[in-house]
């Protein structure tokens, strides 16, 4: 079994800054791309940014410019820092990973469990 564990959400004014960080656990042989998601009130939930193994990335019109995503392969963890936020940028935010267990299955599109993040003065 795997599980991502997202943390960093939060409370922030807007032009404010937060860093999400998505932990992936369990019997986990590589990680192929992460992403982070969010979904909004009333919304569907949209990607936000996405990286590959070799750190390829791309990002949403919406937040080109403003978000940074990495991974950290060692930890098996992934991040999202973003600054200048907004308060359009509320949301649940997910972490979604394709992973391959040492079973050689492959998991994919695993998802965490989300994340609040508010932007609100």
């Known amino acids: 079994q795997v599980q991502l564990v997202e943390s960093g959400g939060g409370l922030v004014q807007p032009g404010g800054s937060l860093r999400l960080s998505c932990a992936a656990s369990?019997?986990?042989?590589?990680?192929?791309?992460m992403g982070w998601y969010r979904q909004a009130p009333g919304k569907q939930r949209e990607l936000v940014a996405r990286?590959?193994?070799?750190?390829?990335?791309n990002y949403a019109d919406s937040v080109r410019g403003r978000f940074t995503i990495s991974r950290d392969n060692a930890k098996n963890m992934v991040y999202l820092q973003m600054n200048s936020l907004k308060p359009e940028d509320t949301a649940v935010y997910y972490c979604n990973a394709d992973i391959r267990l040492w079973s050689g299955v492959q998991r994919r599109g695993v998802w965490g469990q989300g994340t609040q993040v508010t932007v609100s003065s």
């Open positions: 990286i590959t193994s070799g750190d390829s990335t």
């Open positions: 369990g019997s986990i042989f590589s990680i192929n791309a």
